[in-house]
């Protein structure tokens, strides 16, 4: 009698494997960087002064969109608990849904007393504009069961959402920021064009990861010499 066995997963480690451990890395940095707004008595606190009770739901929100974008592309996740993947998405697009008019808020308090220029406001409103908009058309897209649809846009949404870490980590690392040629912070600088920068550089991955991301190296080389 032939013995048949369930079949066992050879695939070692994967090209998004590697991209979800950079993604933590980035996050770690983040985390090691803005430490400092748990101490109270640090001096950055003059400068968050004035809208420091917007900037508490904002970091909140926005973290919540962050350590739950990840958990959205597992595969695993989505076949063993597909309401979980539910919940967790729906919890998703209510951090982009409060998170970014928020910061927007932020901005608009900063400009006011002088701290920001209109341009980077403006900027500031143009990159929440577009992330609120891959994020709806991904719910949308959602609701009316067009699943495939659904998770382009949603990997559209999560690069902009990256676009936050992105920025603190080249602020936090300066050889980093040397490397794009970043001076800091666009939040605290009046570099408007580096946010577009960072945008661009976000949507391109993930318009190459929707690309190549599920191809073997095989029918990516095809795909590449039929593009040349």
């Given at each position: 009698?032939?013995?048949?066995?369930?079949?066992?997963?050879?695939?070692?480690?994967?090209?998004?494997?590697?991209?979800?451990?950079?993604?933590?890395?980035?996050?770690?940095?983040?985390?090691?960087?803005?430490?400092?707004?748990?101490?109270?008595?640090?001096?950055?606190?003059?400068?968050?002064?004035?809208?420091?009770?917007?900037?508490?739901?904002?970091?909140?929100?926005?973290?919540?969109?962050?350590?739950?974008?990840?958990?959205?592309?597992?595969?695993?996740?989505?076949?063993?608990?597909?309401?979980?993947?539910?919940?967790?998405?729906?919890?998703?697009?209510?951090?982009?849904?409060?998170?970014?008019?928020?910061?927007?808020v932020i901005e608009t308090?900063?400009?006011?007393?002088?701290?920001?220029?209109?341009?980077?406001?403006?900027?500031?409103?143009?990159?929440?504009?577009?992330?609120?908009?891959?994020?709806?058309?991904?719910?949308?897209?959602?609701?009316?069961?067009?699943?495939?649809?659904?998770?382009?846009?949603?990997?559209?949404?999560?690069?902009?959402?990256?676009?936050?870490?992105?920025?603190r980590c080249a602020d936090?690392?300066?050889?980093?920021?040397?490397?794009?040629?970043?001076?800091?912070?666009?939040?605290?600088?009046?570099?408007?064009?580096?946010?577009?920068?960072?945008?661009a550089i976000s949507l391109?991955?993930?318009?190459?990861?929707?690309?190549?991301?599920?191809?073997?190296?095989?029918?990516?080389?095809?795909?590449?010499?039929?593009?040349?």
């Amino acid at each position: 009698m032939k013995q048949t066995s369930s079949p066992v997963s050879t695939r070692g480690l994967q090209p998004k494997h590697m991209l979800f451990l950079l993604i933590a890395l980035m996050m770690l940095v983040v985390l090691v960087r803005d430490r400092i707004l748990l101490d109270s008595q640090h001096p950055i606190w003059k400068h968050y002064e004035p809208f420091k009770w917007w900037l508490l739901p904002h970091g909140i929100f926005a973290a919540l969109t962050l350590l739950l974008g990840p958990l959205q592309f597992s595969s695993r996740l989505r076949r063993r608990y597909l309401n979980w993947h539910r919940i967790s998405g729906r919890l998703y697009v209510a951090g982009v849904a409060v998170g970014v008019p928020l910061g927007i808020v932020i901005e608009t308090i900063k400009y006011q007393i002088g701290v920001t220029p209109l341009r980077l406001l403006i900027g500031t409103i143009g990159f929440g504009s577009i992330f609120v908009v891959t994020t709806g058309m991904g719910f949308v897209l959602a609701r009316r069961r067009r699943i495939s649809e659904h998770q382009r846009w949603m990997t559209r949404s999560f690069a902009v959402a990256m676009v936050f870490v992105e920025v603190r980590c080249a602020d936090y690392l300066p050889w980093l920021g040397r490397i794009i040629d970043v001076p800091g912070n666009f939040l605290e600088t009046h570099h408007i064009s580096d946010l577009w920068l960072y945008i661009a550089i976000s949507l391109i991955a993930a318009e190459l990861v929707l690309r190549y991301g599920k191809a073997k190296p095989s029918q990516i080389a095809a795909r590449v010499t039929a593009c040349c």
